[in-house]
């Protein structure tokens, strides 16, 4: 009986995680700026993903080529390109996760504050479309400057009466994946073991990584963790000076994004436990938005941002 008791929890967790007799549900996932640095890698990892059945690729230009060379690839999903804004509504509709690297990027010297001219009003324009034609999706957003984007994102959505702060996340992922990578190379352990919260928000000092909860524990002195940290909130321009005015972090950013859509899938589709960090509107601190970890909540696809005592050393 006991055999047959872990045969069927077997079964049962492989089923809810789609891989037995149920369906993978279908899901459309739209790409914002998918012709950019970051929107092409993006819109490749996307395809590989067998979660999304659906893959809309937006940009102002370049989508149609990006488009039918992506969708050449044998994987699950249909692969549209929309280009330019009489598009964007097509693009949009019925869109269960919509991911933004719509914007300028960083060159030398820039700090991501100086991008909010050009990049608060892209945003503001694409979440209006949002609003309209797919008001339920849960939205990645990338473009920086991802601490006032993702406050814009909302104001939209407020005014439009969409506003559901469950499903607007700012992509702070990056900054987890740099931290786990430089904790490893510094605590010599295997790094596709390693976890490491990321909390505050997505620009330098703001940037918190809290290494003294990372895993696995390693005895790291003062100042490895101070360099540590460091080297993670500099992770951003470390990448614009080595480009030298040929832009920002792409391949890694696009990494990073696929890892946190996937979550958003995951979440949608009922799998347990899905935890990230992310910029979200919260109540942890007298801050209205701060980077924390948060839970997907199935069946209600909204999210929690998990207690405090979790996450915040004592
Ligand atoms: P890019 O310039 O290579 O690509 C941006 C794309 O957005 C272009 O294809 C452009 O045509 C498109 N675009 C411009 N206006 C648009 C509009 N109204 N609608 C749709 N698409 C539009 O820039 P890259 O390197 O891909 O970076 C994109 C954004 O991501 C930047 O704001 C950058 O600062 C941000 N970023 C965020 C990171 C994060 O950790 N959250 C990390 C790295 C970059």
């Known amino acids: 009986p006991s055999l047959l008791r872990s045969l069927r929890s077997a079964a049962s967790h492989l089923s809810r ?11 459309k996932v739209a790409v914002l700026g998918a012709a950019g640095g970051i929107g092409q890698p993006l819109s490749l990892l996307m395809k590989l993903n067998p979660l999304v059945s659906s893959l809309s690729l937006y940009d102002i230009a370049g989508t149609p080529g990006v488009a039918a060379d992506v969708s050449h690839i044998n994987t699950r999903s249909e692969v549209v390109g929309y280009q330019g804004e009489e598009e964007l509504g097509k693009a949009l509709e019925g869109a269960d996760v919509v991911i933004i690297p719509a914007g300028v990027p960083r060159k030398p010297g820039m700090t991501r504050d ?15 479309a949002i609003a309209k034609y797919c008001p339920h999706a849960l939205v990645n957003m990338i473009s920086n400057p991802v601490n006032s984007t993702v406050p ?7 005014k439009a009466g969409t506003y559901d702060e469950k499903r607007l996340f700012g992509v702070t992922t990056l900054d987890v994946v740099r931290a786990k990578t430089f904790y490893a190379g510094k605590a010599n352990v295997p790094v596709a073991g390693v976890n490491v919260p990321v909390v505050g928000g997505h620009a330098g000092i703001t940037i918190l990584p809290l290494f003294s909860q990372a895993t696995p524990k390693a005895n790291l002195d003062d100042d490895i963790i101070k360099a540590l940290t460091k080297r993670t909130q500099d992770g ?28 958003c899938l995951k ?22 938005f701060f980077a924390s970890k948060v839970i997907e909540l199935p069946p209600l696809h909204t999210f929690q941002i998990l207690r405090l005592s979790i996450l915040w050393p004592v």
């Open 236 to 263: 951003g321009t470390e990448v614009v000076e080595a480009k030298a005015g040929k832009g920002s972090a792409t391949l890694s950013m696009a990494y990073a994004g696929a890892l946190f859509a996937d979550a």
């Open 267 to 288: 979440g949608l589709n009922g799998v347990p436990d899905v935890v990230e960090c992310s910029f979200v509107q919260s109540t942890v601190t007298e801050l209205p």
């Open 152 to 158: 814009i994102a909302a104001e939209v959505f407020k």
């Open 17 to 27: 995680r789609g891989y037995a007799t149920e369906p993978v549900p279908e899901r």
């Open 114 to 128: 100086d991008l909010f001219n050009i990049n608060a009003g892209i945003v503001k324009s694409l979440c209006t």
